[in-house]
């Protein structure tokens, strides 16, 4: 029981510690990204934290796995590099000792996994969905940025801004261009008009409908018939736009619940309904296959240090994770039938990992023993054949 908890106690320090390193790298890149949407007004920058967050079960879905995987290579290799696994050996601990009680580990690590790819997933995707759905639908008057020219939500006007009060969300020296309606307008009758005010302030009714209130300015309009502009001076100077009824888009395959998924399959879309699933359940697999090669990649000479073997192991994950994308990918476009689905990929990791083990192990042993023989006496009676 000592041992059990000693073994366990390492890898499982080690897995988090891995797994908070990663999430850190990767956020850190979402972040990036979020904050360059935000600095170009594509999303409010209040909404940044929300976005970021959204992304969250969609990488621990992905790394936990991976971390897990990187955990055993790490402990295990810095115990057989200090010789302890040496000892532990010479005390009657076997390798598939060691696989059993990592397994332990890799299957409360799948579980979480699940609970992330299976549920949290797929409702993050939703919630961000409709978070932009609503963003579009916005008129667009309270993201405005200064020093940018912006085109409001329902496209009826160009504004800009020079100066912004997030505080009163209050603006200074504003510029609005308001557009005719329509895409197709004969130039030489369009009825546009340029206001310029001193000051504008947004105001937002119970409906969701909000009016951009400009104070000492000038109005600019065009007169259709006699072809003149007239400009006049106002005090104060409403433009009504309306916000834009909330579509709801054509959602992606990841933003539907795995349950969803079961059981409205339509026809026409069966294949890429079930590579999503199997896609969704591969990875809580994965943690448990993962065991198979990493345990006995783990094994390393002390001399040789405990990242001996890390090259090889990360191009088999690597692989693993290359062959799971590409067959999924075959499958949705009908080149694979989606009853054959991602198992082969999960055989052959299975297959690839018990192998491994078996090579250190006495039947193993016994069995590569008696490969050479098998293939001398193969060539033996070759050699006879030609003679003869």
Not at 274 to 294: D, E, N
Not at 355 to 372: F, H, T, V, Y
Request: charged content about 20%; aromatic content about 10%; proline content about 4%.
């Amino acid at each position: 029981m000592i041992i059990f908890r000693y073994l366990l106690k390492e890898v499982a320090k080690t897995q988090l510690a891995v797994f908070f390193v990663l999430m850190t790298i990767f956020i850190s890149q979402k972040f990036v990204r979020v904050l360059g949407d935000a600095s170009e007004g594509s999303i409010p920058g209040q909404l940044v934290m929300t976005f970021i967050a959204l992304k969250i079960p969609d990488l621990a879905g992905f790394i936990l796995p991976l971390s897990l995987f990187l955990g055993v290579l790490l402990a295990y290799g810095r115990i057989y590099a200090d010789s302890e696994m040496t000892v532990l050996h010479a005390c009657g601990v076997s390798e598939w000792y060691v696989v059993r009680v990592t397994l332990v580990l890799a299957i409360i690590t799948a579980i979480f996994t699940g609970i992330f790819t299976l549920y949290l997933a797929p409702l993050a995707s939703e919630y961000q969905y409709k978070v932009k759905e609503e963003l579009a639908a916005d008129s667009g008057l309270s993201a405005l940025v200064s020093g940018r020219f912006q085109q409001t939500g329902n496209q009826d006007a160009v504004v800009f801004i020079h100066d912004k009060d997030r505080e009163t969300n209050s603006f200074n020296k504003v510029f609005v261009a308001q557009l005719p309606k329509g895409d197709n307008v004969d130039a030489s009758i369009i009825n546009s008009s340029l206001v310029y005010a001193k000051t504008g302030k947004v105001f937002e009714d119970d409906s969701g409908s909000q009016q951009l209130v400009l104070g000492d300015g000038i109005r600019y309009h065009r007169d259709i018939e006699s072809k003149e502009f007239q400009s006049v001076a106002f005090t104060k100077y409403y433009i009504q736009i309306k916000d834009q009824e909330v579509e709801h888009q054509h959602r992606k395959l990841s933003a539907i619940t795995t349950l969803e998924l079961y059981n409205n399959m339509p026809p026409e879309l069966e294949s890429a309904y079930r590579a999503t699933i199997q896609w969704r359940i591969a990875f809580p697999l994965a943690c448990i296959i993962l065991i198979f090669i990493a345990v006995p990649l783990s094994v390393v000479n002390p001399r040789q240090g405990k990242f001996a073997k890390m090259l090889p192991a990360l191009m088999l994950f690597l692989g693993y994770l290359l062959l799971l994308t590409s067959m999924r990918s075959a499958i949705e476009k009908n080149a694979i039938p989606s009853v054959v689905g991602l198992w082969p990929i999960h055989i052959s990791a299975l297959f690839i990992g018990m192998m491994l083990l078996m090579k250190e192990r006495s039947s193993g042993r016994i069995i590569k023993a008696k490969l050479p023989s098998f293939k001398r006496k193969s060539i033996k009676k070759t050699t006879e054949g030609k003679e003869s």
